[in-house]
């Protein structure tokens, strides 16, 4: 990926998770869409990859081995009943991104069929790190997300 395609995916990570913030889900599946016409499954996993980032940074987690996903007030996607593939999945790709774990990042990405990666998956990671933020934001105000 090129100077110029890193500052566009940049730009576009920004507008999906921006959607998410505001519950806009027809813009983040447009956003979306548009990164995986133009930089293919790369480009969305940059997308993944940053989404997961905004998450700990919005839960106040530091990556690490041995980490486990815990968001107070939310259910645990592993254990509750009525939670969505996709949620479990997005959960299982920010614990393997806080625990540094690569090969399980790709693997988790790989395994997932074309036509499922955006609707089930992948919204699901992006709407967590929406509300995370909105979140934190409320939470803690806009230092929640300033670099240490």
């Known amino acids: ?3 110029e395609e890193r500052h566009w995916l940049a730009d576009h990570t920004i507008a999906v998770l921006t959607a998410a913030m505001n ?3 027809k813009r983040c599946a447009l956003t979306l869409a548009k990164v995986d016409h133009r930089l293919g499954s790369l480009g969305v996993f940059g997308v ?6 905004v998450v700990l940074k919005g839960i106040g987690a530091e990556r690490g081995e041995g980490f486990a996903l ?7 996607p592993e ?15 920010i614990t393997a991104y806080a625990n540094r774990d690569k090969d399980m990042l ?3 990405f790989d395994a997932l069929p074309e036509d499922v990666r955006f609707v089930q998956a992948v919204g699901a990671l992006v709407s967590i790190a929406g509300r995370v933020t909105v979140e934190a934001i409320a939470a ?3 230092s929640a997300f300033r670099a240490d």
Do not use: E, T
Not at 48 to 53: F, T
Not at 70 to 76: E, L, R, T, V, Y
């Open 1 to 3: 990926m090129n100077a």
């Open 23 to 25: 519950d806009d889900r």
């Open 48 to 53: 993944c990859y940053a989404m997961a980032g």
């Open 70 to 76: 815990k968001i107070d007030g939310w259910p645990d």
């Open 79 to 93: 254990q509750a009943a009525q939670v969505h593939a996709g949620d479990v999945w997005a959960w299982r790709f």
């Open 106 to 108: 790709q693997a988790l």
């Open 140 to 142: 803690s105000g806009p």
